[in-house]
C-alpha cells in the first residue's frame, strides 16, 4: 500500500513563494506518476501539476502554468511543488496523488489516481 506524505503548506503574503514536499512509500517511487492536486474550501478537488513517471513529462492546470513547477527525486522519494508569484486565489488545501499508470489522457481526471495523501494548506493573503 502507498502512503503519501505532503509538507511545505503555510500562511504567505501573495507574490511569494512555497515548495510543498510529498513523500512516498510501499511502492518503487520511479514507477509512480506523481500529481498535484488543490482544493478550496466549497468546491471540487482540482488538477494542479502532473510528472509521468515513464517519460517525465509534465503537464500543468493554465492558472498555475509558468507560475508553479513540479519536479521529483527519485533518490528520496519525493516529489516537489514549486509555487511562485502566489496568488491569493491560490488559496487551497494542497493533495499529492499518485498511480504506477503512465502516460494517459486522464492525468487530470481525481478518479485516475489509486493513492492520496491527507493534504497541507496553503493560504495566499492579499
Known amino acids: 500500500q502507498v502512503q503519501l506524505v505532503e509538507s511545505g503548506g503555510g500562511s504567505v503574503q501573495a507574490g511569494t513563494s512555497l515548495r510543498l514536499s510529498c513523500t512516498a512509500s510501499?511502492?518503487?517511487?520511479?514507477?509512480?506518476?506523481m500529481a498535484w492536486f488543490r482544493q478550496a474550501p466549497g468546491k471540487e478537488r482540482h488538477f494542479v501539476a502532473v510528472?509521468?513517471?515513464?517519460?517525465?513529462?509534465?503537464f500543468y492546470t493554465d492558472s498555475v502554468q509558468g507560475r508553479f513547477s513540479i519536479f521529483r527525486n527519485n533518490a528520496k522519494g519525493a516529489v516537489y511543488l514549486q509555487m511562485n508569484r502566489l496568488k491569493p486565489e491560490d488559496t487551497a488545501a494542497y493533495y499529492c496523488?499518485?498511480?504506477?499508470?503512465?502516460?494517459?489522457?486522464?492525468?487530470?481526471?481525481?478518479?485516475?489516481?489509486?493513492?492520496w495523501g491527507q493534504g497541507t494548506q496553503v493560504t495566499v493573503s492579499s
Open positions: 510528472m509521468h513517471w515513464n517519460d517525465g513529462s509534465t
Open positions: 496523488a499518485a498511480t504506477p499508470k503512465g502516460v494517459d489522457a486522464e492525468y487530470d481526471s481525481a478518479d485516475w489516481y489509486d493513492y
Open positions: 510501499g511502492h518503487t517511487f520511479s514507477r509512480l506518476t
